[in-house]
T-cell receptor, first 117, second 113 residues
Framework: GAVVSQHPSRVICKSGTSVKIECRSLDFQATTMFWYRQFPKQSLMLMATSNEGSKATYEQGVEKDKFLINHASLTLSTLTVTSAHPEDSSFYIC?????????????FGNGTRLTVT | AQSVSQHNHHVILSEAASLELGCNYSYGGTVNLFWYVQYPGQHLQLLLKYFSGDPLVKGIKGFEAEFIKSKFSFNLRKPSVQWSDTAEYFCAVTSYGNNRLAFGKGNQVVVIP
C-alpha cells in the first residue's frame, strides 16, 4: 500500500535553532501534501497545504515565516520550524494523497515529536 | 468551516465487548467521512471511509460505521473488540471537493484482555 515516510521521528533542539522535517511519498506521487500539528489531548490541526512547485497555503493563525514549507518535487515536502521556541514543541504529522487516484484517502507519515528546550 | 466532535476521549473495555464511538460534524453540504486509527507506535491508517451510496460502511478488522445525514453523525462500531484494537481512533470530515480534512480530538480506546 501507499507509504509516506516522515523523518526524523523525534528531535530535540534548543530554543532559537531551526529544525527541518521531511515528508516523502515512497511509492506514489503527490502534488499536494498536508502538514498537521497535534497538541496533547487535542485534535490534529491542519497547519498548511503544501503544493508542488508553488507556494504553500497556510491556515489562519499559522505563521508562514516561522513554518517554512518547501515542496520541491512530487515526492518530497519539507517543513522547517525556524527559531524554535518551547511552545513549538508538538507532534507534527504530514500526509499525502496519490495524485493518480481520484477520491483516494490521505496517507499519513509516522509523525515527528519535536521538543524544544 | 467544518468541525468534528468526538466524545468520551478515553474508553476502556474488556475483550469481546462491543464498541461504539460517536462522531458528529458540523457542515451542511456534501461531506466525505473517514475513520482513521493509530495503533501504539504506528502511523495513522485508514479504517473506513464514506463518500456516497450505502450509509453503512464496512471497514477493515470488523469495523463498520453508519452515516446518518439527519443527525450529522458517522459513528464507528465493532461488535466484539480484541486486545489488538487498543489504539486511538480519529473521525475526520472533508467537504466535497475539498482536500482539507477536519479531525475530531480522537478516542483513546484501551481493550483489557
Amino acid at each position: 500500500g501507499a507509504v509516506v515516510s516522515q523523518h526524523p521521528s523525534r528531535v530535540i533542539c534548543k530554543s532559537g535553532t531551526s529544525v527541518k522535517i521531511e515528508c516523502r511519498s515512497l511509492d506514489f506521487q503527490a502534488t499536494t501534501m498536508f502538514w498537521y500539528r497535534q497538541f496533547p489531548k487535542q485534535s490534529l490541526m491542519l497547519m498548511a497545504t503544501s503544493n508542488e512547485g508553488s507556494k504553500a497555503t497556510y491556515e489562519q493563525g499559522v505563521e508562514k515565516d516561522k513554518f517554512l514549507i518547501n515542496h520541491a518535487s512530487l515526492t518530497l515536502s519539507t517543513l522547517t520550524v525556524t527559531s524554535a521556541h518551547p511552545e513549538d514543541s508538538s507532534f507534527y504529522i504530514c500526509s499525502a494523497r496519490d495524485r493518480g487516484q481520484n477520491n483516494s484517502p490521505l496517507h499519513f507519515g509516522n509523525g515527528t515529536r519535536l521538543t524544544v528546550t | 468551516a467544518q468541525s468534528v466532535s468526538q466524545h468520551n476521549h478515553h474508553v476502556i473495555l474488556s475483550e469481546a465487548a462491543s464498541l461504539e464511538l460517536g462522531c458528529n460534524y458540523s457542515y451542511g453540504g456534501t461531506v466525505n467521512l473517514f475513520w482513521y486509527v493509530q495503533y501504539p507506535g504506528q502511523h495513522l491508517q485508514l479504517l473506513l471511509k464514506y463518500f456516497s451510496g450505502d450509509p453503512l460502511v464496512k471497514g477493515i478488522k470488523g469495523f463498520e460505521a453508519e452515516f446518518i445525514k439527519s443527525k450529522f453523525s458517522f459513528n464507528l462500531r465493532k461488535p466484539s473488540v480484541q486486545w489488538s484494537d487498543t489504539a486511538e481512533y480519529f473521525c475526520a470530515v472533508t467537504s466535497y471537493g475539498n482536500n482539507r480534512l477536519a479531525f475530531g480530538k480522537g478516542n483513546q480506546v484501551v481493550v483489557i484482555p
